[in-house]
C-alpha cells in the first residue's frame, strides 16, 4: 500500500473514530437532558395535582379557575394518582412501591416505569399524609432523539467520504513533491551523476529530504570521479616506469655486453624500481585520503610537536636549503587541533617539500599565527610559481604545471595534501605567479 494511501486511510479511521465518539456524546447529553428536563416537568405537575385536587374548595373561584385552566395542559399520556397509604398502591406502580416507600415527607422522588417516567411527592398538610404520584410519557422529547439519532446515522457515512475525500486529495497535494524526485531520481544513473533533485519552495520534510539526497549524489559523483580519474592517471603513470624497466632488461638481455653497461642496465632499473615504489606509495596514500571517509582515530595534535617534526624532516631532507621557522609563543605551541599528527605531518612536509623543490635558490619562509577559532600555517617561496591558466587544475590527482616538468615528481603531492586538509575540516589557499613565487595558507579549526 502506497503511502498516500495509507495516509488518507488512517486519516479517515482517525475522523470516524471522532465522529463516533462525538456523536455518542452528543446522543447521551442530549437524551440525559430530555430526562432531566421531563422530570422537573413532572415534578411540576406534581405540585400542580396536589393544589388542584387538595386545595381547590378552599381557593377563589378565578384562582381555581386557572389552575384548571393550567391542569388542562397535561403531558402526554400523563397520569395522577393521589395516595393517602401505600396499601392503596395501583398494581401498575408495584414496580416501583420500594422507591415510594423511601420517600420522606416534603422529598421528591423520580423513576422510571416502561418507557414512561414519573415523579411522586409525600405531602403531610395538617395532619393529612397523602402520596401524589404523576407518569407520563415524554412523546416530543422522545421524537427529538429519534430525530438526532437519524441525523447522526446519516450524517456518519457522509462525513467519512467527505473525510476519505479530504484526506486523499491532502495527501496528494503534500505527497506530489516527493512523487516528482522519485521520477527525477530514476533518471539519475552513474552516467549522469552530476544531475540533482529540484528543491521544492515549501522548507519542509520533503525539502530537506530532496536536499540531503542531492548532497549524497555529489558525495557519489566526486567519488565516482576521484575513481575514474585515479585509474585514468595511475595507469599512465605506472605504465611508464614498467616501460623503462622492461626496455632496459630487454636490450641488457639482447647480447652480450660488458660489466659497465650492465651496470648502466641496472642502475636504471634500480631508479625506475625507485620511482615506480614511491609513486605507487604514493597512490595508495591518496587512495585512502580521496573517499568521504572519516579519519579512523583522532587525537589531540599539538602545534609545537608538529612544528618539530617538520624542522626534523626538512633538515634531514633539505639540509642546505634556507628555511625561516616560526618562534611560538608558549600558549600557540600548546594550542592543538584533533586529527591525525602523522596525516597532518605528512601534509605540511609536502607543501615545505614543493617549496623547497621549485624555490631551492631563495629562502622559504614557515609562519604559524593563531586567529579566532582557527591555526593558519602559512608557506611562502619565490620559486618557479604556477602559470596562473594551470591553477585550477593543483589538486587534480596527477597534474603537474607545464613549468615544473624538469623537476621530479608525480603530481600527488597537492592532491594529497588537499585530501588530508579535507578530512581535518580545515581549507588550503594557494596564490601563485611565476614571478612573484606561490604563498599556501592552511587553515585547521581548533
Request: aromatic share 8%; glycine share 6%.
Amino acid at each position: 500500500m502506497k503511502i498516500r494511501h495509507r495516509l488518507a486511510f488512517v486519516f479517515t479511521l482517525t475522523v470516524a473514530g471522532v465522529l463516533l465518539l462525538l456523536s455518542v456524546v452528543i446522543y447521551t447529553v442530549s437524551r440525559e437532558f430530555h430526562r432531566r428536563d421531563f422530570y422537573v416537568r413532572l415534578e411540576d405537575r406534581v405540585e400542580l395535582t396536589e393544589k388542584f385536587f387538595l386545595e381547590l374548595p378552599t381557593m377563589p373561584p378565578e384562582v381555581a379557575q386557572q389552575l384548571r385552566s393550567d391542569f388542562l395542559h397535561k403531558l402526554p399520556e400523563e397520569r395522577e394518582w393521589l395516595l393517602e397509604s401505600l396499601e392503596q398502591l395501583p398494581e401498575e406502580l408495584e414496580p416501583v412501591r420500594t422507591k415510594l416507600e423511601a420517600i420522606r415527607p416534603g422529598a421528591t422522588s423520580t423513576f422510571s416505569l416502561g418507557s414512561r417516567q414519573g415523579a411522586a411527592k409525600y405531602f403531610a398538610d395538617a395532619g393529612r399524609p397523602h402520596l401524589i404520584v404523576v407518569t407520563a410519557f415524554d412523546r416530543f422529547g422522545m421524537a427529538k432523539l429519534t430525530n438526532l439519532r437519524q441525523i447522526l446515522l446519516l450524517s456518519f457515512p457522509l462525513a467519512l467520504l467527505l473525510a476519505g475525500f479530504v484526506g486523499w486529495m491532502a495527501t496528494k497535494r503534500a505527497l506530489t513533491p516527493l512523487e516528482k524526485h522519485i521520477q527525477q531520481a530514476r533518471r539519475i544513473s552513474a552516467s549522469n551523476l552530476s544531475a540533482r533533485l529540484v528543491l521544492p519552495e515549501q522548507q519542509d520534510e520533503i525539502h530537506d529530504f530532496a536536499q540531503i539526497f542531492n548532497e549524497l549524489l555529489e558525495r557519489l559523483e566526486r567519488a565516482f570521479t576521484f575513481q575514474r580519474t585515479f585509474i585514468s592517471n595511475a595507469s599512465h603513470e605506472i605504465r611508464n616506469p614498467l616501460t623503462v624497466i622492461a626496455g632496459e632488461a630487454e636490450i641488457a638481455l639482447s647480447a652480450d655486453r660488458d660489466v659497465a653497461s650492465y651496470r648502466r642496465s641496472l642502475e636504471v632499473i634500480s631508479e625506475e624500481a625507485d620511482r615506480l615504489n614511491q609513486l605507487v606509495n604514493n597512490l595508495l596514500s591518496l587512495a585512502r585520503t580521496g573517499g568521504e571517509g572519516a579519519l579512523p582515530e583522532r587525537q589531540p595534535v599539538l602545534m609545537g610537536d608538529l612544528l618539530a617534526g617538520l624542522k626534523q624532516h626538512v633538515a634531514g631532507t633539505w639540509p642546505d636549503q634556507q628555511v625561516y621557522w616560526p618562534v611560538l609563543s608558549p600558549q600557540l605551541a600548546r594550542m592543538t587541533v584533533s586529527g591525525s599528527p602523522l596525516l597532518l605531518r605528512s601534509a605540511l612536509c609536502n607543501l615545505v617539500d614543493n617549496a623547497c623543490k621549485y624555490g631551492s635558490a631563495y629562502p622559504v619562509h614557515v609562519e604559524c599565527t593563531a586567529g579566532k577559532g582557527e591555526i593558519l600555517w602559512t608557506i611562502r617561496d619565490r620559486g618557479i610559481g604556477i602559470p596562473s591558466q594551470e591553477l585550477g587544475l593543483i589538486f587534480v590527482p596527477l597534474f603537474r604545471a607545464s613549468n615544473a616538468r624538469a623537476y621530479s615528481g608525480q603530481g600527488i603531492g597537492l592532491p594529497l595534501v588537499e585530501r588530508i586538509i579535507h578530512l581535518h575540516e580545515g581549507s588550503i589557499e594557494v596564490q601563485s605567479d611565476p614571478a612573484t613565487g606561490t604563498v599556501v595558507r592552511v587553515r585547521l579549526k581548533v
